[in-house]
């Protein structure tokens, strides 16, 4: 061999398991995490997959498969779907509004200055963000039942308070990250810092923000039919009265209803996404 050949270098792969490898003992630990919930929990497979519970199971499939039809259920369907979609298209908006309000004393930007009164509006607002949406609808609703009674307003201030503390927190991260050469230029020339997110910065994240928004009101849809479950008004409160009823016929044609609202929803995004884009 001459020596100026190299060898040909194999590279021998690395095996299965190694003791310095992290990725390998988290993987690890999650296992052992699965299979210490198997045994902890009472699974009961056997009655699960038993002859009496599949045939539980298959007539109350049946009888789901069979809506009802009848002209005046129907009427009433219409008018809880369109409930539906009110609250969660005016909880969403309200969001959108006053989660873009808190967001700018949240959001960092290298225009503001770095005075002690910056930090503390920006501390409170971020407390305020995540208080708001640590919170869930449900417990939402349950508060503003209570300050409010039964019924759809109720539903929708709840879904509006959870989706300011989602909507502002994506609208402070998305105001972090957008580019500054337009506001920087803008503030070069001594222009104030309102007239700069104006015409510097909210032009620049609006794409983003009309897409967080759009989200939203997508989950807001679904969450707007559960929160109907706790008194809160729209297809909810009928899917909770038909199924607590054992009206199974009625509550199909209710849940029919959802996933056409669901869908139709889902088709808007998409559409307003895709005419934003262009």
């Known amino acids: 061999m001459s020596p100026n050949h190299n060898p040909v270098q194999v590279n021998i792969p690395k095996p299965m398991f190694d003791a310095r490898c992290k990725s390998c ?4 630990s999650i296992g052992v995490l699965i299979a210490a919930s198997f045994i902890s929990l009472d699974l009961q497979w056997r009655q699960f997959f038993s002859i009496d519970a599949a045939g539980r199971m298959l007539k109350f499939v049946n009888e789901l498969l069979s809506p009802n039809w009848e002209p005046a259920f129907v ?10 979609l009110a609250m969660s298209a005016l909880g969403t908006l309200i969001a959108a509004v006053f989660g873009l309000v808190w967001a700018l004393p949240a959001s960092k930007t290298r225009g503001r200055s770095n005075d002690q009164g910056v930090y503390v509006a920006r501390g409170a607002s971020r407390a305020v963000l995540n208080s708001l949406r640590s919170v869930p609808e449900l ?6 039942l209570i300050a409010l009674g039964l019924g759809p307003f109720a539903g929708t201030m709840a879904l509006a308070l959870h989706t300011t503390g989602v909507l502002g927190r994506l609208f402070a991260e998305t105001i972090e990250n957008a580019p500054d050469h337009a506001a920087f230029a803008l503030r070069a020339r001594g222009v104030g810092p309102v007239a700069v997110f104006w015409y510097a910065t ?4 609006l794409p983003q923000l009309i897409s967080y928004t759009l989200y939203r ?3 807001n849809i679904r969450a707007a039919a559960i929160l109907g479950v706790v008194g809160a008004g729209g297809l909810g409160q009928m899917l909770a009265y038909h199924m607590g009823l054992f009206q199974m016929h009625e509550t199909s044609t209710v849940l029919l209803a959802m996933m056409l609202l669901v869908a139709l929803v889902d088709f808007l995004s998409y559409w307003f996404r895709v005419r934003s884009s262009r």
Do not use: H, Q, S
């Open 25 to 28: 003992w988290v993987v690890l």
């Open 75 to 84: 009427r009433k369907v219409a008018l809880a779907t369109l409930e539906t």
């Open 139 to 144: 417990v939402w609703a349950a508060l503003m």
């Open 202 to 205: 909210l032009p620049t994240v």
């Open 217 to 219: 009101w997508e989950n």
